[in-house]
């Protein structure tokens, strides 16, 4: 009897003990209801291939999921897209608010009109986009449910081509269309190397490195090619790996990353300096094009 009653006294006293330490962790643990506590939801992106195997393009429906307002960036394949958007709304899944476009090229402003026949929606893009309705100014933002958008100018691919910035929290992404790719750069049809090196170099280097890309094609695998053919790093391995491994990359790496295993986005790297035979930065890049576009 003397040891049962010692047993639960010991117990008493450690059950007594746990019990305060709970509590001075945090006081309301013990008596909080988990299922007052809702999870809270941010955006939602959702890649919709286009054209794979030849342009190999991507739209991306993004979606507040609070509000459940959403965009559709750059829906250029009609046919590839709308099945998706009718599936989302009809099931009220989404709320469908506008259509936004990175630039005007036809594989990625292109399918407006059509999708304007199912839904009567206003277009954000450049000022060159089929039926645009709205051209934000360089830094603006404005409001997706509780996404913050920013819009940011970024000429040289085309004159009005525009990076699209969404905040959600600590959930940002970047939506470049063929400014920035994944490991790489879009060509200057109607720029120059020192619009696309404060384009990649400034402006979007400039966004908090966590930032996830989310480019308009995948081009990853050629990317790839050329950067080693540049440099040989870590980064670029990596990024060779991943590229191998996996058919899709957008949304998997970042502002960081890109910074990294990115040769356009090294362009004071002096390894690279001393392989194309120039030291200032715009020279860097133009050299880089030009080799990239032979390759």
């Given at each position: 009897?003397?040891?049962?009653?010692?047993?639960?006294?010991?117990?008493?006293?450690?059950?007594?003990?746990?019990?305060?330490?709970?509590?001075?962790?945090?006081?309301?643990?013990?008596?909080?209801?988990?299922?007052?506590?809702?999870?809270?939801?941010?955006m939602?992106?959702?890649?919709?291939?286009?054209?794979?195997?030849?342009?190999?393009?991507?739209?991306y429906?993004?979606?507040?999921?609070?509000?459940?307002?959403?965009?559709?960036?750059?829906?250029?394949?009609?046919?590839?897209?709308?099945?998706?958007?009718?599936?989302?709304?009809?099931?009220?899944?989404?709320?469908?608010?506008?259509?936004?476009?990175?630039?005007?090229?036809?594989?990625?402003?292109?399918?407006?009109?059509?999708?304007?026949?199912?839904?009567?929606?206003?277009?954000?893009?450049?000022?060159?986009?089929?039926?645009?309705?709205?051209?934000p100014?360089?830094?603006?933002?404005?409001?997706?449910?509780?996404?913050?958008?920013?819009?940011?100018?970024?000429?040289?691919?085309?004159?009005?081509?525009?990076?699209?910035?969404?905040?959600?929290?600590?959930?940002?992404?970047?939506?470049?269309?063929?400014?920035?790719f994944?490991?790489?750069?879009?060509?200057?049809?109607?720029?120059?190397?020192?619009?696309?090196h404060?384009?990649?170099?400034?402006?979007?280097?400039?966004?908090?490195?966590?930032?996830?890309?989310?480019?308009?094609?995948?081009?990853?695998?050629?990317?790839?090619?050329?950067?080693?053919?540049?440099?040989?790093?870590?980064?670029?391995?990596?990024?060779?790996e991943?590229?191998?491994?996996?058919?899709?990359?957008?949304?998997?790496?970042?502002?960081?990353?890109?910074?990294?295993?990115?040769?356009?986005?090294?362009?004071?790297?002096?390894?690279?300096?001393?392989?194309?035979?120039?030291?200032?930065?715009?020279?860097?890049m133009?050299?880089?094009?030009?080799?990239?576009?032979?390759?």
């Amino acid at each position: 009897m003397h040891n049962f009653t010692t047993r639960r006294l010991i117990l008493g006293i450690f059950l007594m003990s746990s019990f305060a330490a709970v509590l001075k962790r945090n006081p309301f643990r013990l008596f909080a209801n988990p299922i007052a506590r809702p999870h809270i939801r941010g955006m939602h992106i959702l890649s919709i291939p286009m054209w794979e195997g030849t342009g190999n393009n991507y739209a991306y429906l993004v979606t507040d999921d609070k509000s459940k307002e959403s965009v559709i960036i750059d829906p250029a394949n009609p046919e590839e897209v709308l099945p998706v958007l009718k599936d989302k709304t009809d099931s009220g899944d989404i709320k469908l608010t506008n259509i936004i476009n990175t630039h005007h090229h036809h594989d990625h402003a292109g399918g407006n009109a059509e999708i304007l026949t199912y839904y009567k929606l206003p277009i954000i893009g450049g000022k060159d986009c089929n039926k645009v309705t709205t051209t934000p100014s360089h830094n603006s933002t404005f409001n997706i449910g509780s996404i913050k958008v920013t819009a940011l100018h970024t000429p040289c691919h085309t004159q009005d081509s525009i990076c699209f910035l969404f905040e959600d929290g600590p959930d940002k992404a970047v939506f470049t269309g063929d400014t920035l790719f994944i490991g790489g750069c879009g060509r200057f049809f109607e720029g120059n190397a020192a619009e696309m090196h404060k384009a990649l170099n400034e402006v979007l280097a400039s966004l908090p490195d966590d930032t996830k890309v989310y480019p308009g094609h995948e081009y990853t695998k050629g990317n790839v090619r050329f950067a080693k053919k540049v440099l040989d790093n870590e980064a670029i391995r990596k990024l060779e790996e991943f590229a191998q491994a996996n058919k899709e990359t957008q949304g998997k790496f970042t502002i960081g990353d890109e910074k990294q295993h990115n040769v356009f986005m090294r362009v004071t790297d002096p390894n690279i300096r001393a392989l194309v035979g120039h030291d200032e930065p715009v020279e860097v890049m133009k050299t880089l094009r030009a080799m990239k576009d032979r390759s």
